[in-house]
């Protein structure tokens, strides 16, 4: 049985030796808030990389798709030797659950030309295209965005892929304008430490961060692009979808590590109070 959602990203251990990464943290977000997920990532043939995989499965999600790779120590977070990094065939072997899911998270801290090929596997079976972050390879980020449907991206992210800043609203609508020309119908950019602007079809919101006590925000980027997929997916409208994942994203912050936390209650409590719209 396939899933909603396949993530292909990073499986890594924390401090603590509990399943974290940006690819396993926006699967665990994805399932808990009850989208069935699987995981396209790589672990070693360790006893971590038993650990993380039983974690994850204790967590519901799928991971038929996880790499065992014999040569490689499964990664700790801030270290990703190549090793870890997900190669063109492991992600031809999960062609199926790519082409068969509603949609699909790329993360590019991936290879370039990985990212590239589960990007265009995706597109091709009418999958939709989410990519967070900023290639490695900027000579193949027109062809990825080309792909794309939604793409999400933070300050530094979003600079890289417009080649300008985004120190404010008016700077990240500008940016988000430009990029859905190259081919995303939906851009999310975080502006600043303000919140997040969400350009679409259906018009450009701002929506400032919700006000919560913040004890690490780590993670909260995350969760944010897992709860917008969930709504996108479950064909939920943009200004819901965009208040879910400002929720989750709050949520998340209010306790350490990066690893989400996500339930109706909190998601409820921490709806952000407006949408502001943006003429761009």
Known sequence: MFSEVVVVGQI???????????????????????????????????????????????????????????????????????A????????????????????????????????????????TAGTRVVLDGAPRDDELTPDLLALA??????GPDAELLTGQPVPDVAAAARAAAELRRRGPSLVVLEVGAEGNLFAGPEGTWFVPHVETDVVDPAGAGDALVAALTAALTRRHPLETAASLAVAAAAATTEHAGGRPRLSRPDLERLQPRRLETVHA
Request: hydrophobic residues 45%.
């Open 12 to 82: 890594a251990r924390d401090r603590q030796d509990l399943l974290g990464g940006k690819g396993a943290n926006q699967a665990l977000a994805l399932s808990q808030l009850g989208t069935s997920v699987a995981l396209v990532g790589v672990v070693g043939r360790d006893r971590a990389g038993d650990s993380l995989l039983a974690q994850a499965r204790a967590g519901r999600i799928g991971t038929s798709h996880v790499v065992r790779r014999a040569s490689a120590e499964t990664a700790r977070l801030g270290d990703e030797p190549d």
């Open 84 to 123: 870890t990094l997900l190669t063109e065939t492991d992600v031809f072997a999960a062609s199926a659950p790519i082409s068969a899911a509603g949609s699909l998270i790329v993360q590019l801290r991936q290879p370039a030309a990985v990212a590239l090929l589960a990007a265009r596997l995706a597109h």
């Open 149 to 154: 449907d939604v793409v999400c991206a933070d």
